[in-house]
């Protein structure tokens, strides 16, 4: 069957009912051409059959920090389940490549799909670290270098988004809404879709953007722009002007007059008065209308014309108007200036009212705050004190403005059961050979001590039996565990020919909450933003011995002459 050709597809064999990716450009030919030229001089040696196990790993956490949380391992997996090539395909291949190359290779893309291939990988969702493999992609070693382009780049920006939402969310605080508003600024409709997808999945609330709530299942949420606030001229404009009470029971006639009665009081008002004079009425015509449209969810931009002197005391009149006929105003929003002063000063204004005017609970009217938010006018705002209660936050979330990318690699670590190593210059860059199981092993008080990387038939780490975990690279860096729980962090996702049971994806609101669960077990000083302290990333001793094996087998000995 045609992959993803006009949207997402289904299966015929082995993974019935998986769909394809959600972005119909995810195809077999989007990946690098060096794949393709690679593919056929395997073919082409006879090699192209050769049993590959190929590990998919980041090498440094994003953000400055120390945790990443992996994401878009489903996308990879929608992938995997229809990767066929189309003859349309087939034919544009045939026409990139040298007329040299042999006929017979088309006839072999012809009938290549990814049922023999094998893929274990970490839970999406699961907070990960350097150097373990999120995926471990085994089969056909000319399939699987197909793939390294296309999975690449459906984890990168995955997890770099979710992680820079979880970041955003760590300092925001657990009781804050946050919103994501980041699609006019995405890197494209995709990035788009992809940012609301990840910033749900990494702890936002709720997203603007509703091809995400559509495709998802995330929570739409939003307020309203400038734009309408400055399309109105006067109160004049407003002829419809009756609205009925909450409960039905009667009809304001003139709802535009109540709201200015309200004003008026509040204008007049012991404890208000001298905050502010006369109000734009252009604005307040606005304000009135959208409560008109919306008066079980009324909200405004206060931030126009005037936040203190003019947005709020309309607001305000617009709430209190909807509270005499049983509704309760949702609140405001704030787009400039000191956001922290602001919603301080806005706070006091609602209190006051709730004191002065006898109005339960509208002290507590929500404050959401926008405008080039991130991590550090977020982590700003908390020392300074401030009243927002929701924050709205585009361009620096979805763009990873921070850091653009998270640099995820895809390693050869074994052919034909014979373990690879890449060797660097930068240690950092040495990759870890072997086909590898991974474990996280937790301490006494719950939290995860190390990630160990052990060869694929070495016996796994027991409950309450110490084990010796060992730095990859640094001899003297090691350490005795005794883990209190032990989890096998790469599960099978794809079995291929295995007969392995394959694991279920999950909804993403189940990874989403498992997800911020875990952030939440994590040790503090790993997750501060300011000088946290590195997990521990390890390899048994017998891993550890066989890298250094392996690593003085292939680098050549130098002679000095
Ligand atoms: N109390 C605060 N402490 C630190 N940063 C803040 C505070 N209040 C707002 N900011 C940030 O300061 C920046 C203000 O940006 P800028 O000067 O461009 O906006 P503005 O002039 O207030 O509004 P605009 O130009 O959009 O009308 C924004 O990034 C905002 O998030
Ligand atoms: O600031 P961000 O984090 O990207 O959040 C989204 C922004 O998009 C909207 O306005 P837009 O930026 O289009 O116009 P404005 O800045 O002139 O209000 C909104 O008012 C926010 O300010
Ligand atoms: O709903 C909003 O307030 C919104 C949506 C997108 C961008 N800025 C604001
Ligand atoms: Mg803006």
Not at 420 to 447: A, Q, W
Request: charged share 25%.
């Amino acid at each position: 069957m045609a992959a993803a050709e006009n949207g997402p597809t289904k299966v015929e064999e082995g993974a019935a009912s998986i769909d394809g990716p959600t972005n119909p450009m995810v195809t077999p030919l989007l990946t690098d051409l060096y794949q393709f030229t690679m593919a056929y001089a395997y073919w082409r040696a006879g090699k192209h059959d050769e049993r590959a196990v190929f590990d998919l790993y980041f090498r440094r956490n994003p953000f400055g920090g120390e945790f990443t949380v992996f994401a878009g391992l489903e996308e990879c997996i929608k992938l995997i389940a229809n990767f066929r090539f189309t003859e349309d395909e087939i034919s544009f291949i045939q026409a990139s490549l040298p007329a040299s190359c042999e006929i017979g290779f088309y006839d072999y893309l012809r009938q290549i799909d990814c049922s023999n291939v094998e893929i274990h990988a970490i839970s999406e969702g699961c907070v990960v670290f350097p150097k373990i493999p999120l995926m471990r992609i085994e089969g056909p070693v000319a399939v699987v270098q197909l793939l390294e382009t296309p999975l690449v780049n459906l984890i990168n920006y995955a997890s770099l988004v979710a992680t820079n939402a979880a970041r955003h969310r760590f300092v925001a605080g657990e009781s804050k809404l946050l919103l994501e508003f980041g699609l006019r600024r995405a890197q494209g409709p995709d990035g788009g879709i992809s940012a609301s997808k990840y910033c749900y999945m990494g702890g936002f609330d709720a997203t603007s953007n509703v091809a995400a709530g559509k495709l998802f299942g995330i929570p739409l949420r939003g307020t309203h722009s400038h734009a309408f606030v400055s399309s109105f001229m006067s109160s004049d404009e407003i002829t419809e002007k009756s609205l009925k009470s909450s409960d039905g029971s009667n009809v304001c006639e003139d709802f535009v007059s109540s709201v200015q009665a309200w004003l008026r009081k509040l204008k007049w008002s012991r404890l208000l008065g001298g905050i502010f004079g006369e109000t734009n009425q252009s604005e307040l015509a606005a304000f009135i209308s959208y409560a008109l449209a919306f008066p079980h969810n009324f909200l405004a931009l206060v931030d126009t014309y005037d936040v203190m002197r003019s947005g709020i005391p309309n607001f305000c009149a617009v709430a209190l108007a909807l509270y005499d006929l049983g509704y309760k105003a949702l609140g405001i929003r704030l787009d400039s200036g000191d956001l922290a002063y602001q919603s301080c000063e806005t706070r006091k204004f609602f209190q006051t009212i709730e004191k002065e005017f006898r109005v339960p609970n509208f002290g507590k009217t929500s404050i959401t705050a926008s405008n080039d938010l991130n991590e550090e006018t977020l982590d700003a705002l908390n020392k300074q004190g401030h009243e927002v209660d929701a924050f709205g936050i585009g361009t620096h979330l979805v763009t990873c403005y921070a850091q653009p990318a998270l640099g995820v690699v895809f390693k050869l670590v074994e052919i034909n059961n014979q373990p690879r190593i890449k060797l660097s210059e930068d240690v950092s860059k040495v990759s870890i050979p072997c086909k590898k199981r991974c474990y996280r092993l937790y301490g006494k008080e719950g939290y995860p001590l190390v990630d160990i990387m052990t060869g694929e038939n070495e016996p796994p780490p027991k409950v309450g039996e110490r084990i010796l975990c060992r730095h990859p690279f640094n001899e003297s860096k090691r350490a005795y565990v005794v883990p209190q729980r032990v989890e096998e962090l790469l599960k099978c996702f794809w079995p291929g020919r295995s007969g392995k049971d394959r694991e279920e994806l999950r909804p993403i609101k189940v990874i989403r909450e498992w997800c911020i669960n875990q952030l939440g077990q994590m040790r503090p000083d790993h997750m501060r933003r300011l000088n946290p302290t590195p997990y521990k990333v390890s390899v048994s001793a017998k891993l550890y011995d066989f890298i250094h094996f392996l690593w003085l087998n292939e680098a050549p000995v130098g002679e000095l002459q």
